[in-house]
């Protein structure tokens, strides 16, 4: 079991399912079964029912995700729960590490698909990313910066981490 975990812009969802195909394991993207489960987009749950309900959805995916194991995405916000972070203590954790102004780059100026970084993406994720930084670094087995690297050359630092981790 593997948790992928950072800043919107990581690069959770892209280096996930290339991770979960080199171990042979399945790839989960816990937004994308919280969108599935709800029936509409992560956007619309924030507007019509708040962050409030949204991460109280998050925490029950994200604990079943973990549950069935393989290789799983968990939302940028999801560590920072108390339950998932118990969770995160009992299995090999990687801290998808990136810059504001890489991710801003890769999520876009006007990413509206994020609820949390409306407006001014790069200041908010400026700010998102000092909030979040310990609750990150916390659980983090093993930690990736990825501002210069491809999703397949990050998989294959992770891969020689975990080999290290079994020696």
């Given at each position: 079991m593997i948790?992928?975990i ?5 690069g959770k969802?892209?280096?996930?399912p290339?991770?979960?195909?080199r171990?042979?394991?399945e790839f989960?993207?816990?937004?994308a079964?919280?969108?599935?489960a709800?029936?509409r987009?992560i956007?619309?749950?924030?507007l019509?029912?708040?962050?409030s309900y949204?991460?109280k959805?998050?925490?029950r ?6 549950e069935?194991?393989?290789v799983?995405s968990?939302g940028?916000g ?8 118990n969770?995160?203590?009992r299995?090999?954790?990687?801290w998808l ?15 509206t ?5 409306g407006?001014?993406?790069?200041s908010?994720?400026v700010r ?5 930084r ?20 990050v998989?294959?630092?992770i891969?020689?981490?975990?080999a290290d981790l079994?020696?």
């Amino acid at each position: 079991m593997i948790a992928l975990i950072g800043a919107p812009g990581s690069g959770k969802s892209t280096v996930g399912p290339l991770l979960a195909q080199r171990l042979g394991e399945e790839f989960v993207d816990v937004d994308a079964v919280i969108e599935q489960a709800e029936g509409r987009d992560i956007p619309e749950i924030f507007l019509i029912d708040g962050e409030s309900y949204f991460r109280k959805v998050e925490r029950r995916e994200t604990l079943a995700a973990i549950e069935r194991g393989g290789v799983v995405s968990l939302g940028g916000g999801a560590p920072a729960d108390v339950e998932v972070g118990n969770a995160l203590d009992r299995m090999c954790v990687v801290w998808l590490d990136v810059s504001a102004r890489t991710a801003a780059d890769r999520v876009g100026l006007k990413d509206t698909g994020r609820p949390l970084l409306g407006g001014q993406v790069h200041s908010q994720l400026v700010r998102l990313m000092k909030e979040r930084r310990a609750v990150y670094q916390r659980p983090a087995t093993i930690r990736v910066a990825t501002d210069t690297l491809t999703p397949e050359q990050v998989v294959d630092v992770i891969v020689s981490e975990l080999a290290d981790l079994k020696e």
